[in-house]
T-cell receptor, first 113, second 113 residues
Framework: AQSVAQPEDQVNVAEGNPLTVKCTYS??????LFWYVQYPNRGLQFLLK??????LVKGSYGFEAEFNKSQTSFHLKKPSALVSDSALYFC???????????FGAGTTVTVRA | DADVTQTPRNRITKTGKRIMLECSQT?????MYWYRQDPGLGLRLIYY???????NKGEISDGYSVSRQAQAKFSLSLESAIPNQTALYFC????????????FGPGTRLLVL
């Protein structure tokens, strides 16, 4: 079985400050990890993924995420948040031997001007 | 993602009615998925299809059925809608070449009265 936990329902930061959205996962084998963002009244947009290789993954809109196998975490980060980053963020995982994604419950990010 | 379209975008129906949600994609992907999104629960997989002859149940398939009419089309039906099927429904596609990164449509907001 595979699962994802996003421990924070909401994250609030000031514009220009660093943004971190936390994600931990559980899989029986090796993980493929993904981050998606959902803007109001829109579908999910792919941000970045970890498949193999460098633990630090860079994605769209200045976001990056760090894979930590020992802590089974894949936290999303942005050095300097923008008001336009306000959205709902989902972490997802799948085992490399499976095709199905398991999603976390989502974290609502609010960036205040 | 404009390559994955869903119709209708919004739908209001009454308990007991049969409705169909449609998904079309121009990405050329073989794999297609239907999810529902409920607040605080993330996305849950309803059905998935790896090609036109391969359809599989997801974690919450009861009360739903699907049809894969062609590689590019995957429809979700609610045979007899009930109020707890009120949700946001997403279609997604993926491809082995991108390590199964899933690309989502804009969603259909369904209200069952």
């Amino acid at each position: 079985a595979q699962s994802v936990a996003q421990p924070e329902d909401q994250v609030n930061v000031a514009e220009g400050n660093p943004l971190t959205v936390k994600c931990t996962y559980s899989v029986s084998g090796n993980p493929y990890l993904f981050w998606y963002v959902q803007y109001p009244n829109r579908g999910l947009q792919f941000l970045l993924k970890y498949i193999t290789g460098d633990n630090l993954v860079k994605g769209s809109y200045g976001f990056e995420a760090e894979f930590n196998k020992s802590q089974t975490s894949f936290h999303l980060k942005k050095p300097s948040a923008l008001v336009s980053d306000s959205a709902l963020y989902f972490c997802a995982v799948r085992d490399i031997d499976d095709y199905k994604l398991s999603f976390g419950a989502g974290t609502t990010v609010t960036v205040r001007a | 993602d404009a390559d994955v379209t869903q119709t209708p975008r919004n739908r209001i129906t009454k308990t007991g009615k049969r409705i169909m949600l449609e998904c079309s994609q121009t990405k050329g992907h073989d794999r297609m998925y239907w999810y529902r999104q409920d607040p605080g629960l993330g996305l849950r997989l309803i059905y998935y299809s790896f090609d036109v002859k391969d359809i599989n149940k997801g974690e919450i398939s009861d009360g739903y059925s699907v049809s894969r009419q062609a590689q590019a089309k995957f429809s979700l039906s609610l045979e007899s809608a009930i109020p707890n099927q009120t949700a946001l429904y997403f279609c997604a596609t993926s491809d082995p070449g991108t390590k199964e990164t899933q690309y989502f449509g804009p969603g259909t907001r369904l209200l069952v009265l």
